[in-house]
């Protein structure tokens, strides 16, 4: 009973403190001191909903597109079809994984399922990982570098397709770095 408190007592206060919303300007608060461009990116380990573990100090030498989200976000869920379509377009060219933020694994399984989503998802159940990316709300994506240097963010999120081009973009600029 105590964890499951405690979990819902997580949940409300990272809800409070990341907000789901659109384009979000950065520069509108100083509550948050999130990652700039050439930080380095912290390390974590996170298990994916198919059973792997996704160990980001691993990554180096590839490109990483990073992004943190929640089922009941809906510009985070209205932006996954452009992961499935960079995953499939990109396939062992870059990394992708999309963290869920402080959901149960059954939520997130379900969810995955339901779109059928083949791109790798994490689960942040504790909010461990997130915690080491903080931020003004999600979808929060970054592009990180071979050298394990983040190279750009974004935070919120506008259609699939708006999203494709613009981290399309994004990760050409660095592969080709």
Request: glycine share 8%; hydrophobic share 35%; net charge negative.
């Amino acid at each position: 009973m105590k964890k499951r408190l405690l979990f819902i007592l997580l949940t409300a206060v990272f809800m409070m403190v990341s907000g789901c919303g659109n384009k979000v300007d950065k520069n509108n608060s100083d509550t948050f001191q999130e990652l700039s461009e050439e930080d380095l990116a912290p390390d974590f380990t996170a298990e994916t909903v198919d059973g792997k573990t996704f160990a980001l100090a691993e990554q180096k030498g590839k490109v990483v597109l990073l992004n943190f989200w929640a089922t009941w976000c809906g510009p985070c869920v209205g932006e996954m079809p452009a992961f499935e379509k960079l995953y499939s377009e990109y396939g062992e060219k870059i990394e992708i994984l999309a963290v869920d933020c402080s959901e149960d694994e059954n939520t997130v399984k379900q969810f995955v399922s339901d779109n059928g989503y083949t791109f790798p998802i994490a689960y942040d159940i504790d909010g461990s990982i997130s915690m080491k990316y903080p931020t003004q709300g999600i979808p929060y994506t970054l592009v990180i570098g071979k050298d394990g240097k983040v190279k750009k963010t974004f935070l919120g999120a506008d259609d699939a397709d708006a999203q494709y081009q613009e981290y399309k973009k994004a990760i050409d600029e660095v592969v080709n770095e």
